[in-house]
C-alpha cells in the first residue's frame, strides 16, 4: 500500500519560513519524480515544485523561484519543500505528488495534504 503522509504545516507570520516533509512508503522511491502542488480556497491545484528521482533536476513555477526549494534524500524516502520569505498568497493546502518514471508503470500518487497559512 502506497503511502504519503505532509508534514510540516502551519500558521506563519509573512516573510516567515516553513519546511514541509512528505514521507513516503510502499513504492521505489527512488524511481519517481517528487512534486508539490497547492490548491487555495476556491482555486485549483497547482504545480509548484518538482524533483526527478535522482534529485539532479529540480523545476519551479515562478513565483516561489529563490523562495522555495524541493530536496529529497532517497535514503529517507522523504522529500521536502523549504519555503522562504513566505507571503499570504502562500496560504494553501500543499499537496506532495509521486509521479512513476521511466519503466515503472502508470499509476501516480497524492498525500492527504498540509495547510500552510501565511499571515500579513
Known amino acids: 500500500q502506497v503511502q504519503l503522509v505532509e508534514s510540516g504545516g502551519g500558521l506563519v507570520q509573512a516573510g516567515g519560513s516553513l519546511r514541509l516533509s512528505c514521507a513516503v512508503s510502499?513504492?521505489?522511491?527512488?524511481?519517481?519524480?517528487m512534486s508539490w502542488f497547492r490548491q487555495a480556497p476556491g482555486k485549483e491545484r497547482d504545480f509548484v515544485a518538482a524533483i526527478t528521482g535522482s534529485g539532479d533536476s529540480t523545476y519551479y513555477i515562478d513565483s516561489v523561484k529563490g523562495r522555495f526549494t524541493i530536496s529529497r534524500d532517497n535514503a529517507k524516502n522523504t522529500v521536502y519543500l523549504q519555503m522562504n520569505s513566505l507571503k499570504p498568497e502562500d496560504t494553501a493546502v500543499y499537496y506532495c505528488?509521486?509521479?512513476?518514471?521511466?519503466?515503472?508503470?502508470?499509476?501516480?500518487?497524492w498525500g492527504r495534504g498540509t495547510q500552510v497559512t501565511v499571515s500579513s
Open positions: 510502499g513504492l521505489t522511491f527512488s524511481k519517481y519524480s
Open positions: 505528488h509521486a509521479g512513476p518514471e521511466e519503466g515503472e508503470g502508470s499509476a501516480d500518487y
